[in-house]
């Protein structure tokens, strides 16, 4: 034991090296991690783009398929970006291709596709090999400059060749088509914005460098999806998402109500949100109206073309189509999120959140760049060309000499040199024309040429030299950009639009989006709860377990909330829809709600939001709470009075008139005002009648000048009056008087 294990040896020991296997997986998997990062699942932040889109852009221009060329098939496309490129399974490469040629999934496709390339339904695209595409002018923009060393090139994974480490990126194409992806540890999703709004921001970039994300949201509201729809979110959460570089988009799906006379109407959706494949969402839909969860939703068509045109017929022309749709919002995906994590790579290294106005900065930064480096190589090409060209004027000046030297010497080139001190490239040029040209050397062409190309020099200089220069023309740029994406295009048009939620009563929506059905709620003894179809008068049918007996019933509808109070003082809510069904005996409340188990069902009723309840413990002390206060939203319920054992909650009387009469154990009355009852949503409550020993027997809320009314126990009612309650007038809190003649034995009101 302790001692290290070898594998077994068989000769070739000397190539057996122990490996601390902790070690040896962090390090593999931090590579693999890395690799994910680095080279498939983030975009880099200055095209906006990853490796596999890059790799596809590039092999389309290197086989030159532009906007004004022919169609190539995906599948050659495919094994170009396959071979050269990307050494991975052609399946995964063609739908990534596929993708940018969606102009339901990009906001302005990189790709131009000829066939079938799915649809917003979710079906897939054709095969490759019966597809056609080529590049749009977005992916020109993006790859403008790529052949004047715009940008860094590598090796390609099998060295045979080099790719472009990221894309000159004239166009803001991160935020403009959005990406998302899952690496390792982190992930990204950033949706799409318009493209004349971008350029806006960044115009004003230029201008204000430390423009906040505040201005910024000014020129960019949010995001524009492809497939349009409605951001219903505030400017605030708008502007706090933007500044985080976290945070999401609500997106709801736009629609209008057509009238079909006679007061009928029908709504029909002509926008659903992005990413939402339609097919599933209306079968999803018509799987609520099976299970009667849409009861105002009578049906639902698909009447979709070219356009999205989803019909949706109301139960009756009475349904308020406002309420009908913000429950469809509810339960459906007419509205979704759009989550917002701009995670991406910084540098084309470092994965990182950014905010709004950094993103921007850096892909400003990198048009810079490019706008330098493509000016240095025309400046190289420039001198290249003037030093070609005095060589040609020297040849032009002594042709006959130069054809002299050429005729009659072995070796001309070192002759030529050091006759009229030429360099080898000047040399090289003139014993390389043809003999057509000497016709068209003429000095004057050649001046010309090397004039235009020496201005050109000292503007490219200029240009060099000055920041205010180099932003002037990165704006010039960017201009240029805006006007080919304007918002007057059909292209450029902001297709998602703004809107705040209307404000509508919660409460409705919840009816809405339960069947209402009528049912009689039964409580028994030991705390099962049922509820059965219908309204049902008799309740001595009903059946209990052995051992148990009806506690309360009472009629509701399933729209109904259910509150239901206990002897500790809690109150708990159930959904009308929610209950265990009246086959059987139902279920034990305590398994519903968490009861404590020394605690019983004191009452229950259906919720009335208007009513205020007299909560009062067996101490007899007691306040009032509005029912609304009652309402428990978790399983845990509401404490709602103050009581710890041998004390309990013994009454909830509903609060009506102006008088609260209190009844001991000891056969005492006491009548005083209702006012003196404090109002209180949780607490201990104040003594109501004072006793030396027992305590509470009833208690009842009236209006004096109606007189209190009470029932003996053969069902005779007695009333008495505000005179002749007289004796049993006084403050809160003091004993009272013994209880007139004929109340019931029983010490309650009601027999």
Known sequence: MGQEILPPSGGDDDHIQPVDLKAALEQRYLAYALSTIMHRALPDVRDGLKPVHRRIVYAMNEMGLRPNSAFRKCAKIVGEVMGNYHPHGDQSIYDALARLAQDFSQRYTLVNGQGNFGNIDGDSPAAMRYTESKMTAVSELL???????????????????????????????????????????????????????????????????????????????????????????????????????????????????????????????????FQVQKSRLIEKIAELLIARKLPLLEDIRDESAEDIRVVLVPKTRSVDPTILMESMFKLTELESRFPLNMNVLSMGRIPRVMALNEVLREWLDHRREVLQRRSRFRLAAIDRRLEILSGLLVAYLNIDEVIRIIREEDEPKPVMMARWDLTDNQVEAILNMRLRALRKLEEFEIRKEFDELTKEKGEIEALLSSDDKQWQTVAWEIGEVKKKFAKATEVGRRRTQFADAPETDEEAIQQAMIEKEPITVVISEKGWIRALKGHIADTATLTFKEGDGLKIAFPAQTTDKILIVTTGGKAFTLGGDKLPGGRGHGEPLRIIVDMDNDQAVLTAFVHDPSRKQLIVSTAGNGFVVPEAELVANTRKGKQIMNVGLPEETQLLVPVSGDHVAVVGENRKLLVFPLAQVPEMSRGKGVRLQRYKDGGISDVRCFAISDGLVWEDSAGRTFTKNKDELAEWLADRATAGRTVPKGFPRSGKFAG
């Open 143 to 273: 790859l403008e400059g790529i052949d004047q060393d715009a940008v860094d090139f590598r090796d390609t994974y099998d060295e045979s060749n080099s790719e472009p480490v990221v894309l000159p990126g004239a166009f803001p194409n991160l935020l403009a088509n959005g990406s998302s992806g899952i690496a390792v540890g982190m992930a990204t999703s950033i949706p799409s914005h318009n493209a004349h709004e971008l350029c806006d921001a960044a115009l004003h970039l230029i201008k204000h460098p430390d423009a906040t994300v505040e201005k910024l949201v000014e020129f960019i509201p949010g995001p524009d999806f492809p497939t349009g729809g409605i951001i219903i979110d505030s400017r605030d959460s708008i502007i706090e998402s933007y500044r985080t570089g976290r945070g999401g988009f609500r997106v709801r799906a736009k629609w209008q109500t057509e009238d079909l006379g006679r007061g009928g109407y029908q709504i029909v959706i002509t926008e659903i949100p």
